[in-house]
């Protein structure tokens, strides 16, 4: 009787029965993230967060990395610049092939010169950092030079030539007032003046004194640098000083939440220009941008998650970084990582077409387009096309 049994355990343990060992389950491809949950940015690096709980989802569910699930592994700066480098280090250490992040400029700046020349790999998520050409670093986003230049092209088109800038001093606020004044040296806006640039800091309650200087300068139009916090301050000192000019906002602001509580006091035209990750674009109509968007704006809107600026900041990069791990396998080194994302072209995202040879954000002028504020609707309108190619 015993012999009998020994046989059908064994016979069982051949052909995979009960008796058979369970599977394994797939290791995981860890994909490393540094967001900013905490501190002044952390309106950031949350809607980042969201949006790749979202996407980390549509890769498991299309076979994940090779039949293995996809992890972003995100660890919190504190939106503190040591913070970041101390953790860019870590990973360093630990041969990371990639990292996605910081959330912010100055996290950007603090750690793109350890990585820029040997890497690993750095997708930089704030459009505020200009990477060096062929190095290891890259950006998101169409860069702070072609939104301000559009900001002033938009300007020009309209009629208007004299404006006003008011811009906080953080890294982000220099390095939107520094494009500014670089657009204005372009030929084709000779004829714009700024009038008057004031600055503030971000722990500043009042901007009354800044507003009451600009508003001395008669300007026809506001560019405003703030994001968060101090965006609110602007907006709220500028209704209090009578001021309701046409106003440009920075994209980090697009957020429909922080919108809705500024309806009382925002301007009637204030305009954000921007990628395409804010509200679909009615002029993209076939083709594997629109199925890009569509994927996007659905999934968001299946996990009650709001589109957003900030939100798609992170989608494109990720899914490129996911798409490179997919072609090289998970334990591509970040040599071959940074060589596939150097001369990938004809990349389709939410943002349009993605060409990284000769650029390290992949997309220029052509993604942008300009936004309103629509506080009847209490959603973000695009009102303008394209801004170049």
Not at 19 to 38: G, H, K
Not at 77 to 82: E, F, I, L, M, T
Not at 203 to 210: E, G, H, I, P, W
Not at 339 to 344: E, N, R, V
Request: hydrophobic content about 45%; overall charge neutral; proline content about 6%.
């Amino acid at each position: 009787m015993m012999k009998r049994l020994v046989t059908a355990a064994l016979a069982a343990a051949l052909v995979g029965g009960p008796a058979s060992a369970p599977a394994r389950a797939a290791t995981p491809v860890e994909i490393n993230v540094i967001l900013s949950l905490t501190g002044s940015s952390a309106f950031i690096g949350m809607a980042e967060q969201q949006s790749l709980g979202v996407l980390e989802k549509i890769v498991n569910a299309q076979g994940g990395i090779r039949g293995n699930p996809a992890r972003f592994v995100i660890a919190d700066d504190a939106s503190n610049p040591q913070n970041t480098l101390q953790l860019t280090n870590s990973l360093v250490a630990k041969h990371a092939p990639v990292i996605i992040g910081p959330s912010y400029t100055s996290g950007c700046n603090a750690i793109a010169p350890l990585l820029e020349k040997t890497g690993p790999v750095q997708y930089c998520l704030s459009p505020g950092i200009h990477a060096a050409p062929g190095g290891y670093v890259f950006s998101a986003g169409a860069g702070t030079d072609v939104t301000a230049a559009a900001e002033v092209r938009f300007f020009r088109e309209r009629g208007l030539t004299r404006f006003a800038m008011i811009a906080l001093t953080d890294a982000s606020g220099q390095d939107h007032e520094a494009q500014v004044n670089a657009a204005l040296k372009l030929p084709e806006n000779s004829g714009m003046q700024l009038v008057a640039t004031e600055h503030f800091n971000s722990a500043d309650v009042s901007v009354t004194a800044q507003l009451t200087r600009i508003k001395a300068a008669a300007p026809q139009a506001l560019i405003t640098t703030a994001t968060g916090v101090a965006f609110g301050t602007v907006l709220r000192n500028l209704a209090d000083s009578g001021i309701d000019l046409p106003t440009t906002a920075s994209a980090g602001d697009m957020s429909r939440t922080q919108m809705v509580q500024y309806r009382s006091f925002a301007p009637r035209e204030l305009l954000f220009m921007a990628t395409h990750g804010v509200a679909p674009d009615p002029a993209i109509t076939s083709g594997p941008s629109l199925a890009a968007q569509n994927t996007y704006f659905k999934n968001l809107e299946a996990a009650h998650v709001l589109p957003s600026y900030l939100a798609s900041l992170a989608w494109d990069p990720a899914l490129i970084v996911v798409e490179a791990l997919r072609k090289l396998g998970p334990n591509a080194t970040s040599d071959q990582v940074h060589a596939y994302i150097g001369q990938l072209h004809g990349w389709s995202g939410i943002n349009g077409v993605y060409d990284f040879r000769g650029s390290q954000r992949g997309i220029g002028p052509n993604a942008v387009v300009t936004y309103r504020w629509d506080g009847l609707s209490q959603r973000f309108v695009i009102v303008s096309a394209r801004h170049g190619k």
